[in-house]
């Protein structure tokens, strides 16, 4: 068998219209079919049903049969997938859960492919085994997919882990992976070829060989990272501890100081009562202490609510953003009236960099405004979270078109290069998260929608 190999399926060959449709029409619709819904089955990217059917005519059967073809038929149709029914995932991982899917059919087919066929030679004489194996062909392609697809739903939580937390992050280990697929489609292309003399017992072992390893190293390199990133987020929950003792102590140093500077104010205040200098007591009460006491009650009222979010990580994150905002004279509203717990299903480090890249472009925007003011919601709203986080800006509407373009890109802080594009790739991680944007009146708002179901 060549790289590659392509035959124009004329009907005037196969001696019959029923073989014609049989052979090559049913053989590539089945074909096809494998492919996207194995592909649909560990990727959950559902496939309309007409996609099946036009699939036909890339005349997969034929094309599958070669490296060549069966690689240009990998290429097409993730990149199908990715630009059609994709919305959240990248190529990456289109491309892995492909691959897996065909990876696994493969397997199976090495292993029952070849013992079909000695078994139909090995009873029937070659006038009745050649028909027999010509019109079993697509019976063998379905039960080849029955076996795959019980094998791969029993590990499609595993693949998904797989991906999320290998292909996400860890791109150069996922393509090696990815080879390690390839390498069996070149085997496969070899022992078609007879460039190896092996008997079929011996690809079919092969073929398991290669779906248990596949299995195995998924699995372990999943648990490594998995490892690894517990790890981190374990030094980070000590690191946001630690801020957050810091901060606690800096607010007892500053009451301390607090304290000192008011005894004097009193004192102050106790002469000019003493002296009955009304204008002084006016003074000191709206220039001192009716500013403070506004300010206090402010920053109780702002601060005292982050006690309903329950990740110390976050709860650390958003006293710091809030502080500085408040250092800033901008006006904070904060509104977390129960206990929330940020969803598992995102990494916290990456919810952390979500909400901080959020804070950062609002305070930025914010301090540029007449009246500087951020608006902060996080709340749970049936089977899904959402995070609210408005301000003032500057301009009076805000050019969404240009935000929602891949080459837009809003810094915040000088030392600070994250913005919307870097968020927009960030969230494409997770392909239940919606983000929606929307400005008017100068103000700018995002909403983040976590679907939790």
Same mark, same amino acid.
């Given at each position: 068998m060549?790289?590659?190999?392509?035959?124009?399926?004329?009907s005037?060959?196969?001696?019959?219209?029923? &073989?014609?449709?049989?052979g090559?029409?049913?053989?590539?619709?089945?074909? #096809?079919? +494998?492919?996207? %819904?194995?592909?649909?089955? /560990?990727?959950?990217? %559902? +496939?309309?049903?007409? /996609?099946?059917?036009?699939?036909?005519?890339?005349?997969?059967?034929?094309?599958?049969?070669?490296?060549? @073809?069966?690689?240009?038929?990998?290429? $097409?149709?993730?990149?199908i997938?990715?630009?059609?029914?994709?919305? %959240?995932?990248?190529?990456?991982?289109?491309?892995?859960?492909?691959?897996?899917?065909?990876?696994?059919?493969?397997? /199976?087919?090495?292993? +029952?492919? *070849? #013992?079909?066929?000695?078994?139909?030679?090995?009873?029937?004489?070659?006038?009745? #085994?050649?028909?027999?194996?010509?019109?079993g062909?697509?019976?063998?392609?379905?039960?080849?997919f029955?076996? @795959?697809?019980?094998?791969?739903?029993?590990?499609?939580? =595993?693949?998904?882990?797989?991906?999320? $937390? !290998?292909?996400?992050?860890? *791109?150069? $280990?996922?393509?090696?992976?990815?080879?390690?697929?390839?390498s069996?489609?070149v085997?496969?292309?070899?022992?078609?070829?007879?460039?190896? %003399?092996?008997?079929?017992?011996?690809?079919?072992?092969? @073929?398991?060989i290669?779906?248990?390893?596949?299995?195995l190293?998924?699995?372990?390199?999943?648990?490594?990272?998995?490892?690894q990133?517990?790890?981190?987020?374990?030094?980070?929950?000590?690191? #946001?501890?630690?801020?957050?003792?810091?901060h606690?102590e800096?607010?007892?140093?500053n009451?301390?100081?607090?304290?000192h500077?008011y005894?004097?104010?009193?004192?102050?205040?106790?002469d000019?009562?003493?002296?009955?200098?009304?204008?002084?007591?006016?003074?000191?009460?709206?220039r001192v202490i009716? *500013?403070?006491?506004?300010?206090?009650?402010?920053?109780?009222?702002?601060?005292?609510?982050?006690?309903? $979010?329950?990740?110390?990580?976050?709860?650390?994150?958003l006293?710091?953003?809030?502080?500085?905002?408040?250092?800033?004279?901008?006006? /904070? &509203?904060?509104?977390?009236?129960?206990?929330?717990?940020?969803?598992?299903k995102?990494?916290?480090?990456?919810?952390?960099?979500?909400?901080?890249?959020?804070?950062d472009?609002?305070?930025?925007?914010?301090a540029?405004?007449?009246? @500087?003011?951020?608006?902060?919601?996080?709340f749970?709203?049936?089977?899904?979270?959402?995070?609210?986080?408005? &301000?003032?800006?500057n301009?009076?509407? !805000?050019?969404?078109?240009?935000?929602?373009?891949q080459?837009?890109?809003i810094?915040?802080?000088?030392?600070?290069? =994250?913005?919307?594009?870097?968020?927009?790739?960030?969230?494409?991680?997770? *392909?239940?998260?919606?983000?929606r944007?929307?400005?008017?009146?100068?103000?700018?708002?995002? !909403?983040?929608?976590?679907h939790?179901?």
């Amino acid at each position: 068998m060549p790289f590659f190999e392509f035959t124009i399926p004329l009907s005037n060959t196969y001696g019959s219209i029923f &073989n014609y449709l049989y052979g090559i029409w049913l053989n590539s619709f089945l074909t #096809s079919f +494998i492919f996207f %819904k194995l592909f649909s089955l /560990v990727s959950d990217i %559902k +496939i309309p049903k007409y /996609v099946y059917l036009l699939m036909t005519f890339t005349l997969a059967g034929i094309f599958a049969r070669s490296l060549g @073809g069966l690689s240009l038929l990998i290429i $097409v149709y993730s990149l199908i997938c990715y630009f059609f029914f994709n919305h %959240k995932y990248t190529y990456n991982k289109i491309l892995f859960f492909l691959l897996i899917g065909l990876g696994y059919f493969y397997y /199976v087919t090495s292993l +029952i492919g *070849p #013992s079909f066929i000695s078994l139909i030679t090995y009873y029937f004489s070659t006038k009745y #085994s050649m028909p027999i194996i010509n019109y079993g062909a697509n019976f063998s392609l379905l039960i080849n997919f029955g076996i @795959g697809y019980f094998i791969l739903s029993k590990m499609k939580g =595993l693949l998904q882990q797989y991906a999320k $937390v !290998v292909v996400s992050f860890h *791109p150069i $280990v996922s393509w090696l992976i990815n080879l390690f697929l390839i390498s069996f489609l070149v085997f496969r292309n070899i022992y078609h070829t007879q460039f190896l %003399k092996m008997n079929n017992l011996q690809y079919g072992l092969i @073929g398991l060989i290669y779906g248990i390893l596949t299995y195995l190293i998924i699995k372990y390199i999943t648990r490594y990272f998995l490892y690894q990133q517990r790890s981190i987020n374990l030094k980070n929950e000590m690191n #946001s501890l630690q801020v957050y003792t810091s901060h606690v102590e800096e607010m007892y140093d500053n009451l301390r100081l607090f304290r000192h500077d008011y005894k004097n104010l009193l004192l102050s205040l106790d002469d000019a009562i003493k002296r009955h200098d009304i204008d002084q007591i006016e003074s000191i009460f709206n220039r001192v202490i009716l *500013p403070t006491n506004t300010k206090i009650d402010t920053q109780n009222t702002v601060l005292s609510k982050l006690a309903q $979010v329950q990740s110390l990580e976050i709860k650390s994150l958003l006293f710091d953003k809030i502080t500085l905002a408040l250092e800033k004279g901008i006006k /904070v &509203n904060l509104e977390i009236e129960k206990p929330i717990t940020p969803t598992a299903k995102i990494d916290t480090i990456d919810m952390l960099r979500i909400i901080s890249i959020l804070f950062d472009n609002a305070i930025n925007a914010a301090a540029k405004a007449k009246d @500087g003011e951020i608006n902060f919601a996080f709340f749970d709203d049936k089977n899904n979270q959402i995070l609210i986080i408005g &301000n003032t800006t500057n301009e009076e509407n !805000v050019n969404l078109q240009r935000l929602t373009k891949q080459s837009s890109r809003i810094l915040t802080l000088a030392s600070h290069g =994250l913005g919307l594009r870097n968020l927009r790739q960030l969230l494409s991680r997770y *392909p239940f998260i919606e983000n929606r944007f929307d400005s008017n009146d100068h103000y700018f708002e995002q !909403v983040i929608i976590f679907h939790l179901s």
